[in-house]
């Protein structure tokens, strides 16, 4: 256009005049059409927050155009992590009319454990001329958390009993409310009355009394997951198995309508921080709660189980049970799970890639080992008498 203004100025041709006239005004229109449309379009991304392995993850992306000019065209163009999507990118150009919703489709495949990030996804537009093209909307990443596999106990080489969980009683009297033992945080499986309310209002969030169990049926799963905690060449693979062991183990039991906890040395991917302890829970959402920290799990650099252990268990009553998940040594571990086992408490050893040494000298110390198998399904290798 510039070209073409010297071109008219120098000729003194009123055609040239014409052309630099009709150019500029449909630049300027075609800037104004598009800004309005833009500013009266909507888009949003619809998908699930978390999948199973293997299970199709359908994402729709909404486009809704609420202004009374069409757009000439709109280009969508969403980041989708490698693992999830081939290529790892969508791309779609629509043309959205008047007052129209249109949309667009995909789908993703969750083939492993972990969290993602979906996004972000850029909306292009501009003018039918090439003119001003620009970027009209971004919205952010979405989270998606894909849980670890869940197998059944029995392909796991379990036992149904102790050390893995206590069988229900005929008169479940699990508390004991004339033995206190503190406070800890509300949970939507917790009843109102067992709210306290001095406790509430002075820590500001919904606080539920604990009382001493008079027979007991919580469960505290301990996995191992710092680098340092495995050793050998293939130590990702032995940790993935890990955490379906711990994954299976925590849904047999809250199906048995038992109460299962959680801590670890891993990381939260979502938080980028430790994980920490998630107190006893029973019901399906606290099993899915269980399965989103684990599906989230990052290795740490390092680590101490038994360091975990120590807070995990305060809060533990006599006879529960502590299932300890890791790929250190026996004779590393063994003397921590005695000491627990001095407090009154049950605990069972589930070692990855375990030696026979291990195993042996766990049996010795009447402490129920398994070995966690290359197939990711513990086989009990050695049991108390």
């Known amino acids: 256009m510039i070209v073409l203004f010297i071109l008219a100025i120098v000729l003194r041709s009123e055609l040239f005049f014409y052309l630099l006239y ?20 909507r888009i949003r991304r619809v998908a699930p927050e978390a999948a199973f392995p ?149 820590l500001g969030e919904p606080q539920v009394r604990r009382y001493q169990p008079a027979i007991a049926v919580e469960t505290m799963i301990a996995l191992a997951f710092s680098r340092t905690e495995y050793g050998g060449g293939f130590a990702y693979d032995t940790m993935e198995r890990a955490v379906v062991a711990a994954a299976s183990i925590a849904a047999h039991l809250i199906e048995r309508r038992q109460s299962v906890g959680l801590c670890t040395t891993g990381f939260d991917a979502a938080s980028h921080a430790p994980v920490g302890i998630l107190p006893p829970g029973s019901g399906r959402a606290h099993l899915i709660q269980v399965l989103g920290l684990l599906g989230r799990l990052e290795v740490a650099k390092e680590g101490d189980l038994a360091v975990t252990l120590a807070r995990a268990t305060v809060g533990l009553g006599w006879g529960s049970t502590v299932v300890m998940i890791t790929g250190q040594r026996a004779r590393d571990i063994l003397p921590h799970a005695l000491a627990l086992r001095q407090r009154g408490l049950n605990v069972a050893l589930v070692i990855a890639e375990a030696l026979t040494d291990d195993l042996a000298l766990a049996h010795r110390h009447g402490v129920a080992a398994y070995d966690l198998g290359r197939d990711a399904r513990p086989i009990r290798a050695v049991s108390t008498p």
């Open 54 to 202: 293997g299970d199709p993850v359908p994402v729709l992306v909404e486009v809704q155009n609420t202004g009374l000019l069409p757009l000439p065209w709109l280009a969508l163009r969403e980041t989708l992590p490698p693992a999830l999507h081939s290529p790892p990118m969508v791309y779609e150009v629509m043309s959205p009319g008047a007052a129209e919703r249109c949309e667009m489709r995909y789908t993703l495949f969750s083939r492993r454990r972990g969290y993602y990030q979906i996004g972000p996804l850029t909306a292009q537009t501009g003018d039918v001329l090439g003119i001003g093209e620009r970027t009209v909307s971004e919205v952010p990443p979405a989270a998606l958390t894909i849980y670890p596999n869940v197998l059944p106990l029995e392909d796991l080489g379990l036992p149904a009993s102790l050390p893995f969980g206590t069988l229900p009683a005929t008169h479940r009297l699990f508390t004991d409310p004339a033995r206190p033992m503190g406070v800890r945080p509300y949970q939507p499986v917790d009843g109102v009355r067992r709210i306290d309310w001095k406790a509430t209002a002075r």
């Open 22 to 41: 009709l150019i500029a005004g449909l630049h300027i229109a075609a800037r104004w059409w598009v800004g309005r449309s833009a500013s009266r379009l």
